[in-house]
């Protein structure tokens, strides 16, 4: 099945064409910077960081979030396509899928978490325990995914 789908187009385009790796690979980080990018900084507000940041502005920013999670899925999927039999077999590849999807789950509970403890207190209420137990955990699988995508290239 892998061996397929690096024979299909999409996967012919981005291994082969002048533009298609570059053009995937930078989708790739931007998305991953908006998505990381907005996870990391509200599971660290989370954790006491940032106390000129309100917890409620985190909010509206997770539909952007998760378009940023959609840009570096779409892109992911195509850069996979080059390279499918590759990372299938690699084991930083899926650990970073892992962590990803480990680190998306989260970022729902959070996300509702958050919600539930803001109700009602002008977007200032105290964050419990588990739910600054909950984004110490996310942040620390956003970090393992960054390490282990880059560990792709060398291992």
Aim: charged content about 10%; overall charge positive; cysteine-free.
């Amino acid at each position: 099945m892998f061996e397929w789908l690096e024979s299909t187009s999409v996967a012919i385009w981005v291994a082969e064409s002048l533009w298609g790796y570059p053009v995937m690979l930078s989708l790739h980080a931007v998305g991953l910077a908006v998505v990381v990018g907005i996870f990391s900084m509200r599971d660290m507000r989370l954790l006491g960081l940032f106390s000129g940041i309100q917890p409620a502005a985190f909010l509206p920013l997770s539909k952007l979030a998760w378009v940023g999670f959609i840009v570096n899925g779409v892109s992911g999927t195509a850069l996979f396509t080059s390279q499918a039999v590759t990372f299938v077999n690699s084991t930083p590849f899926l650990l970073k899928i892992s962590f990803i999807v480990a680190g998306m789950a989260l970022a729902g509970v959070i996300q509702s978490r958050l919600r539930g403890e803001l109700a009602g207190s002008g977007g200032d209420a105290v964050i419990s325990g588990s739910t600054k137990l909950i984004a110490l955990i996310s942040l620390l699988f956003w970090i393992a995914a960054i390490i282990a995508g880059r560990l792709v290239a060398y291992i």
